[in-house]
């Protein structure tokens, strides 16, 4: 015999995925500061602390993602965000041992600002206050530790700036 849980899991797991979609749509729409239109968020990310957090006309944010928004996010318009990208904009004080503390004791938050048109790969980390500018792209796998300049492109561990959208490859050969 199903439990009234596992009935009503079973039920959502029969709900088509584009249903389930929508429905995700509509409850960011709801809770986030911002919701552009057209704003699509894949229904297995999860965005904590999200009444800080804005997101864009048409900007895309892929399954899997997790946001910590208590600092406060801001998404561009027309960003895409690959699949399992981590976007944090709080952390704890790397020096909470010095004053006595515990880390779990400590909180820091500091802003993060994605420009618009910038396309984040897959697996990016974006930690706490950086700013990403406008069309930028960051490879898959990069880790952002320092700001982006606009029409950069970024890759690593740390991530580091490799060329710009507005050079062109032919000059490179």
């Known amino acids: 015999m199903l439990t009234p849980l596992h009935a009503l899991l079973s039920l959502l797991l029969r709900v088509p995925r584009a249903a389930r979609k929508r429905l995700s749509d509509f409850r960011w729409s709801r809770t986030l500061m911002e919701f552009g239109p057209g704003a699509q968020i894949g229904p297995s990310s999860i965005i904590y602390n999200a009444e800080h957090v804005s997101l864009g006309a048409n ?3 892929g399954d899997f ?10 998404i561009g318009e027309d960003t895409m965000i690959g699949a399992t990208t981590v976007i944090t904009s709080q952390s704890h004080d790397a020096r909470a041992t010095s004053k006595g503390l515990l880390y779990r004791e400590t909180h820091s938050k500091a802003p993060v600002v994605i420009g618009k048109n910038v396309f984040l790969g897959s697996n990016v980390t974006v930690l706490p206050g950086i700013r990403v500018g406008d069309n930028a792209i960051i490879g898959a796998g990069a880790v952002l530790t320092k700001d982006v300049p606009d029409n950069a492109i970024v890759m690593g561990v740390p991530a580091r700036v490799v060329g710009s959208i507005l050079d062109d490859p032919a000059e490179r050969a």
């Open 59 to 61: 900007a895309v944010i």
């Open 65 to 74: 993602v997790h946001i910590w928004g208590g600092g406060g996010v801001s």
